[in-house]
């Protein structure tokens, strides 16, 4: 009688590890898709950070470019050499 309980619990052990290792199993399969989703929105964020910083420099120059010099803001005009 004792061995007929014995294998019963043993065969109940076996199947509670197995439900055990397949749910840690999912788990870790999940956690490995998540990794891998915040590694593309890392790459998708590092993109956009250049993208904008590109966007900036060039905002930044055209500014530079058609902002006034500093003479011109003085209300002074350039004096041209004399030409012979």
Do not use: C, W
Not at 23 to 38: D, V
Not at 60 to 72: D, G, M, R
């Amino acid at each position: 009688m004792l061995f007929v309980v014995l294998i019963v619990a043993i065969a109940i052990t076996g199947e509670v590890i197995k439900t055990i290792v397949q749910n840690k199993n999912k788990r870790l399969e999940i956690e490995h898709k998540i990794l891998k989703e915040e590694i593309k929105l890392e790459e998708i964020k590092q993109k956009n950070y250049m993208l904008e910083t590109e966007k900036l420099r060039l905002e930044l120059k055209q500014v530079q470019n058609n902002s006034p010099t500093k003479a011109e803001l003085l209300g002074f005009k350039q004096i041209e050499p004399d030409r012979e």
